[in-house]
């Protein structure tokens, strides 16, 4: 699957991770900005408990907290989509790809985040808030994803357990909402795995879509 989300920080890394752990999948970020502040590609290999070679590197890496589009301009790239091949590496486990940003993030002068995933071709899990905003957010990402025909695998909702808020983004989206992760004091492994079983339905990720 492809992990994206409605928003930066809506908590996609901790679903990339929890995926990871519960399906025994190898995990991909094509494109990583803020590097100072650490790696999406690290937390998600100590939160989730896996290997290194379960970790496929970054294509693009950028030091700047920004835009991907901005964070290549300042350093002389540019980030082109046909850089973007599945690596040659353990076939037969599934992949969990994680987008930076939301859906219509820019890559470069024309392509976006969505672009990246009609290239890659997974279907797509999108990361959601459970607070004020998410229907209008969500509604719009699951908008631009149609937009471009990609396959929607369903919404995960993170947050305070908000059931009006569920019930409207399945309604009005026109989608199942397919995962809940409340908040979390500690992310380790085996909270994520407690969080899949009690929360998820699993068979959403293991139906072929």
């Keep these: 699957s ?52 379960r970790v496929v590197p970054e294509r693009y890496r950028f030091v700047p907290p920004v835009s991907p589009h901005l964070a290549a301009r300042e350093a002389g790239v540019h980030i082109a989509l046909d850089a973007f ?12 790809v994680e987008g930076a940003g939301g859906v219509m993030v820019p890559l470069n002068e024309r392509d976006l985040m969505r672009d990246l995933m009609r290239r890659l071709g997974l279907p797509v899990v999108v990361a959601a808030r459970t607070a004020l905003g998410t229907i209008n957010h969500t509604l719009l990402t699951l908008a631009a994803l149609r937009e471009v025909r990609l396959n929607i695998r369903g919404v995960v909702l993170i947050g ?24 979390l004091p500690q992310i380790h492994r085996a909270a994520l795995l407690e969080v899949f079983e009690k929360y998820f339905d699993r068979e959403a990720f293991f139906t072929a879509q």
């Excluded at 990871?20 to 991909?28: I, Q, R």
């Excluded at 970020?29 to 290999?45: A, M, N, W």
């Excluded at 091949?85 to 969990?96: A, K, T, V, Y």
């Excluded at 305070?160 to 409340?182: K, L, Q, S």
């Design 2 to 53: 492809f992990v994206t989300g409605t928003d930066t920080n809506v908590g996609k890394t901790v679903l990339s991770a929890l995926l990871v752990a519960a399906l025994d999948a190898v995990y991909w970020k094509p494109v990583q900005t803020g590097t100072l502040e650490g790696t999406d590609s690290e937390s998600v290999r100590t939160w989730a408990g896996i290997p290194q070679e």
């Design 85 to 96: 091949d599945f690596p040659d590496m353990q076939s037969g486990l599934p992949w969990i």
């Design 160 to 183: 305070e357990e908000n059931t009006e808020n569920r019930r409207a983004i399945e309604h009005y989206g026109d989608v199942r909402v397919i995962g809940y992760i409340p908040r």
